[in-house]
Nanobody
């Protein structure tokens, strides 16, 4: 059974940094596709960053240059390094894992992911 556990969220001031972690059990992080999604207040769930089995990653334009997605195979953990945080980055961040190798466009769709973590809250104050 796949279990994903996020951590690292918190409250920071604008300009601050956080590193979110997604520890995986029952699933090898470099096997297929994984992603980070954001549920911002009053908005739909949207992809922030995703990475495929080959390590090819994508960062959403609004956070490009500030966020980095990575995996540590030895720790079986995926990360989202967040810098220069803005109030609009506020929300619940979820990690997700697919049981197949998703294509470029498929990795954007939450419905294509089979396992989800419980979420970690990030609050950025101005």
């Amino acid at each position: 059974q796949v279990q994903l556990v996020e951590s690292g969220g918190g409250s920071v001031q604008a300009g601050g940094s956080l590193r979110l972690s997604c520890a995986s059990s029952g699933y090898i992080v470099s096997s297929y596709s994984m992603a980070w999604f954001l549920q911002a207040p009053w908005k739909d769930l949207e992809g922030v960053a995703d990475i495929d089995h080959a390590g090819c990653s994508r960062i959403r334009d609004t956070v490009k240059g500030r966020f980095t997605i990575s995996v540590d195979n030895a720790k079986n953990t995926m990360y989202l390094q967040m810098a220069s945080l803005k109030p609009e980055d506020t929300g619940m961040y979820y990690c997700a894992a697919a049981e197949t190798r998703l294509g470029w466009w498929s990795r954007l769709r939450p419905g294509n992911y089979n396992a989800w973590g419980q979420g970690t809250q990030v609050t950025v104050s101005s």
